[in-house]
């Protein structure tokens, strides 16, 4: 777990932001990390946003679920987030100045969420609202699928799939990462993340991630029922009066 709980580290600040054709799926993934090493619930919530503690029954079975703490992003976090860009390449390069003005959540967004996590896998639902209304999502389709490296740290690849159903009038978006980051060790790790999202409101946006180790052999990759049933049920408890 405790390599599991350094990759969310790595790979939701870096890999997640590089490419990326929309900010809703930013905001709350990337703001996904914080869920990742707070796990003690804050006595301050947002009565709107725990409502997505109503899918913490709905994870897998054998999974360990904890609710987190309420997040409030500052100043701080966003530029410890900017910070994580720096002497990252990108393809094609016009995806680089995308994911660096929006990689992070807005300051005073407030997150609540789940995560969970059994043997080398782990899941995190996540619930944001902002003060001031999201902006539209930018058509720039060239950034649909995106290399990226950071020599010596981490490269990879994303693209843009498809999300779970949703009721309509529901924008939603699904991400694919695939990246092997050098540990301190300089030893290098495979991992595979699906995140999903949906924008109910303008100020309101929902996010499931799953991540792991991908499995020996071909393809190279990890099962992301999981997260696309949870995705649908947070949703659905969010737009419940």
């Excluded at 990226?148 to 939603?172: K, L, M, N």
């Amino acid at each position: 777990m405790a390599r599991l709980i350094d990759l969310a580290k790595k790979v939701p600040a870096k890999a997640l932001a590089m490419g990326l054709a929309g900010l809703a799926v930013i905001t709350v993934v990337a703001a996904s990390i914080w869920l990742v090493n707070h796990p003690r619930p804050d006595s301050h919530r947002n009565a709107e946003l725990v409502k997505v503690h109503q899918v913490q029954g709905l994870f897998p079975p054998g999974y360990q679920v904890t609710q987190t703490d309420t997040k409030v992003i500052t100043p701080e976090s966003v530029q410890e987030q900017q910070a994580s860009m720096e002497g990252a390449t990108f393809i094609p390069a016009e995806c680089a100045d995308q994911a660096n003005a929006s990689q992070s959540a807005p300051v005073g967004a407030t997150i609540e969420g789940l995560r969970g996590h059994s043997g080398d896998q782990l899941i995190t639902v996540a619930a944001m609202e902002t003060p001031n209304a999201l902006p539209p999502l930018p058509d720039m389709p060239q950034c649909d699928a995106v290399a990226f490296v950071q020599p010596g740290y981490i490269h990879g690849f994303t693209s843009i799939i498809g999300a779970p159903p949703v009721p309509d009038g529901i924008a939603t978006q699904g991400l694919r990462v695939s990246a092997t980051i050098t540990d301190d060790n300089g030893k290098d790790i495979e991992t595979v993340q699906y995140a999903y999202t949906a924008t109910l409101d303008d100020h309101h946006v929902v996010a499931v991630t799953i991540s792991g180790t991908p499995t020996p052999g071909q393809p190279r990759d990890i099962d992301p029922a999981p997260a696309e049933r949870l995705f649908t049920a947070a949703v659905d408890a969010m737009r419940r009066n």
